[in-house]
């Protein structure tokens, strides 16, 4: 099981380079592409970006790190505005060069987010249309790199700041939709998300079962926002969703998904920020792989 985790707050601080090499420094065997800049001046959006992305498997051949997942831009569509074409234009794009970059790089997963436009609960029948229509747009792409769609759970936020139900928050949803858009596609299930907006995640994860569940993102919460903290450092149980992980035999990589634990540190601190969030995701992996009876 690969440990990875996104490169950009290190990419911001180091440049994209050398931070892969403190990323596999820290203990980590994978990195996740995280690709939320859709700026024109992107290297990835422009002419000669397979010769970019050569640059990167360099330096990955050289400190022995792989990108194991992408994570495409976002917000995925904004939708019955006018004025928004041109935006949904441009993050058709470039979640497609994400798609292609992420098999370029030999990634497995491509993890996008669902629209979120409207209030779920109150247009779900047209919000699902919708998101039926733009996750098919991408499969043929998917499938021709390589790699697999993953759909995240969503939370959206009422008017009064209240974290409510959104596309893929229930467990009987969410498996609808990986059932629904077929073998180009694959649930990564947000630990974060579900604990704020959804059932328990164990719950969650014994309802998508190991054939359906092929991505994490990870991090922690209290329980009432959505902070991406570090695990064990706020409210979730670990241990009930590591054991379930186990049980349901997750065959996918462990992906964390926590840079507000790097928070305001100074540039000289942030490799040891990085170890130390390796070694956590490495003991909840251990856990992972001891409950199975495999060797750690």
Partial sequence: MLVSTPIG?????????????????????????TVFDIDEDNPLYNEGWQGYLDTILDVCRECG???NQAHAPFTSRKIE???????????QECIIRTIEAAGYLGAKVVVVHPITYKRYRDHKEFMDEKNFEFFRSLGPHAHKAGVKIGVENMLQVDDDGKIIVAPCSDPDDFCRYIDTLGEDFTACLDIGHCALNGPRPAQMIHALGADRLGALHVHDNDGKRDIHQLPYHMAIDWDEILDALADVGYRGDFTLEADTFYGRLPKELLEDAAG????????????????RGETT
Wanted: aromatic share 10%; net charge positive.
């Fill in 9 to 33: 707050v290190l990419k911001k601080n180091f440049g994209i380079h050398e931070a892969l090499r403190i990323l596999a420094r820290a203990g980590f065997t994978a990195f996740d592409l």
């Fill in 65 to 67: 790190i792989v990108c």
């Fill in 81 to 91: 505005v006018p004025k928004n074409e041109w935006y949904n234009t441009r993050i």
């Fill in 276 to 291: 130390h969030m390796a070694k956590v995701s490495h003991h909840m992996v251990n856990h992972i792989l001891t409950r």
